[in-house]
Every structure is written in structure tokens, then in C-alpha cells.
């Protein structure tokens, strides 16, 4: 349960999103960066991201698209959510259940009219990036100023299952989509990553940029793969099967 958390949280690994118009920089400039928190959650609130990292978490499991709205609304009332690092898992959990339930864009595009600037934002790029047939006429309906549409409308759309895995942040990716749809292909992407060889920076000192990187993908790979092996059955399965001699 513990990923999930950290993707609501805004504090799991940094994303890549430039199949999203943007490089990850830039589009965390576009949708805003978290404030420091300033005050603790309250037991009910922490009850209640309980209960919302649980739907998430084992959506594929017992899908239930009635009560997307209000799990949504529930998750952005913490102004951090699709500011932070975690929103690139969310947005593509979101793009997800778009793809997948385009008979309710509508309704759904209707109650996330009364969020914020930037929450609308961020599902309108989930919206896109599903691309439904309505999805322009959703978009448009949240009245986002023009300068957020035309980033929108010029964005790259991109199929999650091609990502190349070079960055911590596709990690997340892989992990929202798998958790909106069951799709072993991207668990086991993410699996396939954190069996990878990796270099020790003690024993050489002249480790390149890109070098770095892929450790770091790797060791968020390592950590993430543990964790969710152990709620998920399916993932289980899959390291399992990698791991066999």
C-alpha cells in the first residue's frame, strides 16, 4: 500500500512526461511544483487517503468507474496532488480509465468542472492522452485559459507501453497504468528494469551522467518491485517467473 500513498502524497520518484507535450521540467513549471506542507493531516483525512489509495491501488481488481469522480475530487482537495511528483503516475492512471470508460466522459468532464485551474489541468492532459472522441469537447468545457489549451492540444500523445524506461519517472507511469488496467506488460517492465546489473559508484569514480541515471532507475525499480510484489499477486507471479534458474 505503501507506493500508492506515496504517489497521493506527492513523494514517489520523479516522472518523464514529454510524450506530454513538455519536458518533466517544463511541465512542472506548467502545473506547479509543492509547497512545503504546512499543516498535518487531520485522522479523518488520513482515514480517507486510506480509503482512496486502496481504490487505486486494486482498481483493476474490482473496477468501479461510478465511483471515479468522487475518489478524484476526494484525491485533489490536497492542492499538492497533480503539483508534486507523484501526478505523473496519477495522470496516467487517470488517462487509463478515460481510455477505457468513454461513454462517461461526459458526466465525469461535468463534476470536474468545479475544480481548480491547475487539477483541471492536469486531468484535461489525461483526458487528451486517452483520446477518446469527446476529448477535445471535455477539455474545452473546463474554460482552462488558452495558453493551458494550446499546450494541451500541441502535446505529443503517447502509449505507456512504449516508454523506454530510462527515467525514474517511468517508472510511476508504468505503475498507474498497471494499476488502472491489470496489464502485465507494464508490471513487467518495471520487473525487467530492477533485474538489471548494476555499477558501483565506489569502485569507479568516473560513472557518466546517463550512468547515474540508469542506477537510479534501476535501485527505484528494485524498491518499487518489492513493494508492489507484495500486494499484488500478479506481480509476484511475474518475479517470480524472471527469477527462476
Known amino acids: 500500500m505503501q507506493i500508492i500513498k506515496k504517489i497521493l502524497l506527492t513523494a514517489i520518484s520523479l516522472l518523464s512526461l514529454n510524450s506530454f507535450a513538455v519536458e518533466p521540467q517544463q511541465l512542472n513549471q506548467k502545473l506547479g511544483t509543492p509547497a512545503e506542507a504546512k499543516d ?11 480509503s482512496d489509495s486502496k481504490w487505486m491501488m486494486f482498481y483493476y481488481q474490482n473496477p468501479k468507474p461510478n465511483e471515479f469522480t468522487k475518489v478524484i475530487k476526494s ?17 496516467a492512471f487517470m488517462s487509463e480509465i478515460f481510455k477505457t470508460n468513454p461513454s462517461k466522459t461526459n458526466e465525469w468532464c ?12 492536469g486531468i484535461a492532459i489525461a483526458i487528451n492522452n486517452s483520446q477518446i472522441a469527446n476529448a477535445k469537447e471535455c477539455i474545452k468545457s473546463f474554460n482552462l485559459p488558452e495558453s493551458l489549451n494550446q499546450q494541451i492540444a500541441n502535446g505529443k500523445i503517447f502509449d505507456f507501453a512504449t516508454l523506454s524506461g530510462t527515467h525514474p519517472a517511468h517508472l510511476d507511469m508504468w505503475w498507474g497504468a ?9 508490471a513487467t517492465k518495471v520487473v525487467d528494469i530492477s533485474l538489471q546489473p548494476t555499477i558501483s559508484k565506489e569502485k569507479n569514480t568516473n560513472v557518466s551522467k546517463e550512468e547515474v541515471m540508469k542506477l537510479m532507475v534501476i535501485q527505484a525499480a528494485q524498491w518499487s518491485t518489492a513493494s508492489m510484489a ?7 507471479e511475474i518475479v517470480t517467473s524472471k527469477t527462476k534458474k
Open 40 to 50: 498535518k493531516k487531520t485522522p479523518e483525512q488520513l482515514k480517507q487517503l486510506e
Open 178 to 186: 498497471f494499476m488502472a488496467t491489470g496489464n502485465k506488460l507494464y
Open 75 to 91: 484525491i485533489t482537495k490536497d492542492p499538492n496532488i497533480l503539483k508534486g511528483n507523484g501526478k505523473f503516475g496519477l495522470i
Open 230 to 236: 507484495k500486494e499484488h499477486p500478479i506481480v509476484k
Open 110 to 121: 461535468s463534476e470536474f468542472k468545479t475544480l481548480d485551474e491547475s487539477n483541471k489541468f
